[in-house]
């Protein structure tokens, strides 16, 4: 399985643009890197995800490594909102040919006024 | 357009009570699957299921089960609840099982065993 490592938390002022990275060195060639964020106990919100090009939506940049051994995650302007628990995620195939999503602990970003 | 709706959303029970959690989808999403997370812990599978009648088990199966008998309804069942599935339950969807399909997660389900 491909795992993934964030570092445990991560600070970000207010405004600011918060840079969260993630390795995933064993990563195959058709998985995808996804990244999702948690507030408090709530359910998982689906934020980006991509295979080897850089993305960009309404709510994130993900930029992707040529090698694809690493990512990260950029929010552009951080509010107080952005507060939560990041997880980056790479989707593995498993049984009955399906693929699955494996969490790890994430990263808690604090968002600082 | 409610997604994926989880019930109930919180449950206490006594050890060796059986219970079902539900969760339903109305985005016609043929993947789905049942996650638990644990204090300071990220999500771990419990089963999934990539179709009605096809179910498959995760990381962390024993103890559950499930069935899918429509395109809409995956509930999970606790046979005889144990102080440690005391966890909060994740019901997830998405549209196919690869790689590419994005997962919509419900909002939880907090389950208390004594």
């Known amino acids: 399985d491909a795992k993934t490592t964030q570092p445990t938390s991560m600070d970000c002022a207010e405004g600011r643009a918060a840079n969260l990275p993630c390795n995933h060195s064993?990563?195959?060639?058709?998985?995808?890197v996804y990244w999702y964020r948690q507030i408090h106990s709530q359910g998982p919100q689906y934020i980006i995800h991509?295979?080897?090009n850089n993305e960009t939506n309404e709510m994130a940049s993900l930029i992707i490594t040529e090698d694809r051994k690493s990512s990260t995650l950029i929010l552009p302007h951080a509010t107080l909102r952005d507060t939560a628990v990041y997880y980056c995620?790479?989707?593995?195939?498993?049984?009955?040919?399906?693929?699955?999503?494996?969490f790890g602990k994430g990263t808690k970003l604090s968002v600082i006024p | 357009n409610a997604g994926v709706t989880q019930t109930p959303k919180f449950q206490v029970l006594k050890t060796g009570q059986s219970m079902t959690l539900q969760c339903a989808q109305d985005?016609?999403?043929?993947?789905m699957s049942w996650y638990r997370q644990d204090p300071g812990m990220g999500l771990r599978l419990i089963h999934y299921?990539?179709?009605?009648?096809?179910?498959d088990q995760g990381e962390v199966p024993n103890g559950y089960n499930v069935s899918r008998s429509t395109t809409e309804d995956f509930p999970l069942r606790l046979l005889s609840a144990a102080p440690s599935q005391t966890s909060v339950y994740f019901c997830?969807?998405?549209?196919?099982?690869?790689?590419?399909?994005?997962?919509?997660f419900g909002a939880g389900s907090r389950l208390t065993v004594l």
């Open positions: 985005m016609n999403h043929e993947y």
């Open positions: 299921s990539v179709g009605a009648g096809i179910t």
């Open positions: 064993t990563i195959s060639g058709n998985e995808y």
């Open positions: 997830a969807s998405s549209m196919g099982s690869s790689g590419a399909n994005v997962l919509t």
């Open positions: 991509g295979l080897k």
């Open positions: 995620i790479v989707r593995v195939r498993s049984g009955a040919g399906s693929y699955q999503l494996t």
